[in-house]
């Protein structure tokens, strides 16, 4: 934001260095020394120099304003997102992120309470598992423990790669 307040500022100096060159020039400062003296001239001048600076200013304050309501306006939304994609990183996927703009940052939004509740039913899944693998490998005999594991192991590959399907596809 500094950049483009530094880029604006540049381009107001110039226009203001463009006024006075133009103003003081022999067209404008000659002109108006010939019908109104020199002092007059030279006066009139720099009040209307003066007045030129400070709209240039005012106006370069009002566009740095709306840059910075602009940027906050952006800002706010994506605080809030790399805030719970930190906290789903550390492992809390108890809330979800809101949706309600219809912008890039809404569907950015939804596309990682997406992600977030895909994460959370391989969770549970991979929980579930692993029960039903530990309970199958404490009971029955052997051989019908290592077929139920198998069976077992071979669901959850399917169920990691639909997760890996449907993951590519938020």
């Known amino acids: 934001m500094g ?17 006075e060159l133009f103003l003081r020039g022999k067209e404008v400062l000659g002109l ?3 019908q109104l003296g020199g002092m007059a001239a030279a006066d009139l001048v720099s009040r209307i120099l003066l007045k030129a600076r400070v709209m240039l200013s005012t106006l370069l304050l009002a566009i740095g304003l709306v840059m910075m309501l602009f940027i906050k306006r952006i800002m706010f939304p994506l605080e809030r997102i790399i805030e719970r994609t930190r906290a789903m990183s550390a492992g809390d996927f108890s809330a979800a992120l809101p949706e309600e703009s219809r912008d890039e940052l809404g569907e950015l939004a939804r596309h990682i309470n997406d992600l977030n509740a895909n994460e959370q039913e391989l969770i549970l899944l991979t929980k579930n598992m692993t029960a039903q693998l530990r309970q199958t ?34």
Not at 5 to 19: D, H, N, Q, R, S
Not at 138 to 152: F, M, P, Q, R, S
């Open 32 to 34: 108006l020394r010939e």
């Open 137 to 170: 490998l404490t009971a029955g005999d052997e051989a019908a423990k290592v077929d139920e594991a198998i069976e077992l192991i071979d669901e959850m590959e399917e169920a990691l790669a639909e997760f890996g399907r449907s993951f590519y596809q938020c």
């Open 3 to 19: 950049f483009y307040i530094l880029f604006i500022g540049i381009v107001f100096l110039t226009m203001a260095v463009e006024i």
